[in-house]
C-alpha cells in the first residue's frame, strides 16, 4: 500500500490519559504535516515536520501536544493528559516538498470520554 | 481571521449539471491552490491544484479557476455525477521558502441529486 498510513484509526482515551497517533509517509515523501478538524470546522493546521526536524508549529496548542519524525519510523503526534475538548480528527498528510500537493490518510478519529 | 474563505456551506446540483464551488482568499502571498474531496470517514483527496502564474486549470471533468486580482478560485465539474457528492475544500499556500502547509477553508458540502 502506497498510501499514507495513519493508526490507529479510532482511539479512545479517558481525561487525562495519554493519546499517540502514528502516520507513516507515502514512500519517497519526506514532509509531514498534522492537521485537526474539529466538528463543523475545516482542517486546521497544526505542524510541518521533515525527518528529524520541526520546521514549522505555529498551530500546535503550546502545551500537551508534541510531534515527532525520528530518522526511523513513523511520524508520532504525542497528546498528554488529553481533555474533551482534545476529540477531534487528526489528519496527516506527506509530501515529497517542494510546494506539491499533499497526500492525506484516512485519519486518526479520537474520542475523550 | 479566515485567510481562506468558502462562503457556502452546502450546494445541491442536479446531476449532469454543472457545480461550482467558489473560494476566496485574503492573503496574497499565497501563490498554490489545490482543491480535496472529502468523503465521511475518510482523509481528504487531493483533485486539483493551480499555480498562481495561470488562470485556468482542467483535469477531465473538474476545472479550476483562478483571478488573482480578485483573489478569488473556483472549481468547476461538468457534467456533476453521483459520486461526486463530498465535501470539498479549498486550500492555499505559499511556497518557495518557510513552512508550506496548507491553509484550508470550512468546506462546501456538494449535494449531487439524481
Known amino acids: 500500500n502506497a498510501g499514507v498510513m495513519q493508526n490507529p484509526r479510532h482511539l479512545v482515551r479517558r481525561r487525562g490519559q495519554e493519546a499517540r497517533l502514528r502516520c507513516s509517509p507515502m514512500?519517497?515523501?519526506?514532509?509531514v504535516y498534522w492537521y485537526r478538524q474539529l466538528p463543523e470546522e475545516g482542517l486546521k493546521f497544526m505542524v510541518y515536520?521533515?525527518?528529524?526536524?520541526?520546521?514549522?508549529e505555529s498551530g500546535m496548542p503550546k502545551e500537551r501536544f508534541s510531534a515527532e519524525f525520528p530518522k526511523e519510523g513513523p511520524s508520532i503526534l504525542r497528546i498528554q493528559q488529553v481533555v474533551r475538548g482534545d476529540s477531534a480528527a487528526y489528519f496527516c498528510?506527506?509530501?515529497?516538498?517542494?510546494?506539491?500537493?499533499?497526500?492525506f490518510g484516512q485519519g486518526t478519529r479520537l474520542t475523550v470520554v | 481571521d479566515q485567510q481562506v474563505k468558502q462562503n457556502s456551506p452546502s450546494l445541491s446540483v442536479q446531476e449532469g449539471r454543472i457545480s461550482i464551488l467558489n473560494c476566496d482568499y485574503t492573503n496574497s502571498m499565497f501563490d498554490y491552490f489545490l482543491w480535496y474531496k472529502k468523503y465521511p470517514a475518510e482523509g481528504p483527496t487531493f483533485l486539483i491544484s493551480i499555480s498562481s502564474i495561470k488562470d485556468k486549470n482542467e483535469d477531465g471533468r473538474f476545472t479550476v479557476f483562478l483571478n488573482k486580482s480578485a483573489k478569488h478560485l473556483s472549481l468547476h465539474i461538468v457534467p456533476s455525477q453521483p459520486g461526486d457528492s463530498a465535501v470539498y475544500f479549498c486550500?492555499?499556500?505559499?511556497?518557495?521558502?518557510?513552512?508550506?502547509?496548507?491553509?484550508f477553508g470550512k468546506g462546501t458540502h456538494l449535494i449531487i441529486q439524481p
Open positions: 498528510a506527506s509530501s515529497p516538498g517542494g510546494g506539491g500537493a499533499a497526500f
Open positions: 486550500a492555499a499556500s505559499v511556497t518557495g521558502g518557510g513552512a508550506d502547509g496548507l491553509t
Open positions: 514512500k519517497g515523501h519526506s514532509h
Open positions: 515536520l521533515q525527518k528529524e526536524n520541526i520546521i514549522d
